[in-house]
Every structure is written in structure tokens, then in C-alpha cells.
């Protein structure tokens, strides 16, 4: 896993974190299984199982099972990548903060043991 932050030339501005989750992603059409590729409290990258114009909508939400259903907007795409941004991030952030910390502790403690 890594995480990034808003310095220099990066314009992210809350820790990314590369996960292997599945979401699912929901369009004004309907719904699909997604993969989660990685998660910030800003929002995620998502692999879908067909090009996203394949799907003839926009992509509005995210579930995250047993965390969050999240309001989302497309801010790219490529054939089947899309990367999504929280339209609330007050509850982005409230649903998402125990699962990043998760992920933070067990980053750490990787690189303890690699480092020990």
C-alpha cells in the first residue's frame, strides 16, 4: 500500500491508499460489481468489468459493502478505469476514516517488519 499527499507538483489532496476491494457502482441505469484499486477520503479508483461507456449512464454512487454507500462523480476515465470523487466529503469522511486508519496501522507495521 501507499499513500500520497498534496506537495509539490501532486494535486491529491487526501492520502490515496492502493487496496483490492469490491464496490459496487451504481448508474442511473443500474447497477455492477467494480473493483476498488485504491481509496482516499477524496475519493477511488475503480476497475469496471466493461468500458464505461458500455453502460450508457453516469456514474452516481459507490457501495463499499458494510462501510458506506457514497454520491460520486466521474472525474476520469479510461476504457474500463474510472476515478471517482465523494460528492460529501463530511461523509466520506465519516463513513471511510476506520477503514483507512485499518489500512494505515497495517502499512506501518509492513514496513516495521520489513525494516526489523
Not at 477511488?44 to 458500455?54: C, E, Q, R, Y
Not at 469522511?93 to 509492513?110: E, G, V
Request: glycine share 10%; with cysteine.
Amino acid at each position: 500500500m501507499q499513500g500520497h499527499f498534496l506537495t509539490g507538483d501532486n494535486r491529491r489532496q487526501f492520502e490515496r491508499f492502493d487496496v483490492s476491494l469490491e464496490g459496487e457502482a451504481h448508474f442511473t441505469s443500474g447497477q455492477t460489481s467494480v473493483k476498488i484499486v485504491d481509496l482516499s477520503l477524496g475519493g477511488a479508483g475503480l476497475i469496471l468489468p466493461l468500458p464505461l461507456p458500455a453502460y450508457g449512464a453516469e456514474l452516481e454512487a459507490l457501495r463499499l459493502p458494510g462501510v458506506a454507500f457514497l454520491k460520486c462523480r466521474r472525474r476520469w476515465s479510461r476504457d474500463r478505469q474510472v476515478g471517482v470523487e465523494f460528492r460529501d466529503q463530511p461523509q466520506a469522511a465519516a463513513a471511510l476514516r476506520p477503514l483507512l486508519a485499518t489500512l494505515a496501522d497495517q502499512a506501518d507495521q509492513a514496513v516495521r517488519r520489513t525494516a526489523g
